[in-house]
């Protein structure tokens, strides 16, 4: 004769199956950095897009303190209080972090004009050769990538911490020139309109250097996850529509001028030996431009 299954059983069976569906169905939820100006949207958004291809497994907050520096930022994914952030790459950051080698920004980051006081366009008109940019001074951010980039051609840099005091140290006359990754520029000097400044608009740095999603070295799943995303929405074009898409790029094509700009090439000493150069639909189609 057969045998039921006593009621509590049953129910406890049918309980049990429910807690396993919902704990796998729950996504799990990442923090990034703080999403303050236009590059951390870019970059927060460019994160949702490679994580919309993972059928809800994860969601995404931010951290709600815009004030952090970088290298406090980077502490905070080496001890998990964040998830992911996002920053132009070197040895130093990929030796600490996990890189997720997709640039954000297809290399653009390594397109650098440059912020200038109004008044001092003329030590820029005639700057013909490398030992007349020597001459100039160029602003930057203590630990960011490009600052060794500079240093290493032999360019003089003054340093500071925080990127706000940058903006008020050349419009001071503390030094000549903030170089910018070339989508940065214009936005940033209208959010200062009573400061002094312009776009310098006949001078280009060139030099490679990515900007990626970093995570916690241990945390190789969600790195894994992102890489498969971006790979994907590369494939079907989405990640092009959305770089493309960007006002800060769409800016670059109408007022950059890149072409026609006096170019000097900075090689990268700290560019990682893991850099995917040879993928070529990860850079820029600088006929586009």
Do not use: C
């Not at 291809?53 to 502490?75: E, F, H, P, Q």
Request: neutral net charge.
């Amino acid at each position: 004769m057969h045998k039921h299954r006593p009621l509590h059983l049953v129910t406890a069976l049918i309980l049990s199956s429910l807690f396993t569906i919902h704990s796998y169905a729950e996504p799990l939820v990442i923090k990034s950095q703080s999403v303050g100006n236009d590059n951390d949207k870019y970059a927060f958004e460019m994160l949702q897009l490679a994580l919309s291809y993972t059928n809800g497994k994860y969601k995404i907050t931010s951290d709600t303190a815009n004030d952090k520096t970088l290298a406090r930022t980077m502490s905070e994914v080496e001890s998990g209080d964040i998830t992911v952030m996002w920053t132009a790459t070197d040895q130093e950051k990929e030796d600490r972090l996990l890189p997720v080698r997709i640039p954000l920004y297809k290399g653009l980051f390594g397109y650098r004009i440059f912020i200038i006081n109004k008044e001092n366009q003329a030590k820029f008109n005639n700057i013909e050769t490398f030992n007349d940019l020597k001459k100039l001074t160029f602003g930057q951010g203590t630990a960011w990538a490009d600052t060794k980039i500079l240093e290493a051609n032999g360019l003089n840099v003054v340093k500071t911490m925080k990127y706000p005091s940058l903006i008020y140290m050349v419009d001071g006359d503390r030094f000549d020139a903030f170089p910018r990754g070339v989508h940065e520029p214009w936005a940033e000097v209208k959010n200062y309109p009573k400061l002094n400044l312009m776009v310098e608009p006949h001078l280009m740095l060139v030099y490679k250097m990515p900007f990626y999603l970093f995570v916690n070295k241990s945390n190789t799943a969600l790195a894994k996850d992102i890489e498969e995303g971006f790979n994907l929405s590369i494939a079907d074009g989405s990640f092009n529509k959305h770089f493309y898409a960007n006002p800060a790029v769409q800016e670059v094509i109408e007022k950059a001028n890149m072409r026609n700009r006096k170019i000097f090439e900075l090689k990268n000493p700290s560019l990682p030996t893991k850099t995917p150069v040879d993928r070529s639909e990860l850079w820029l189609d600088l006929s586009k431009f």
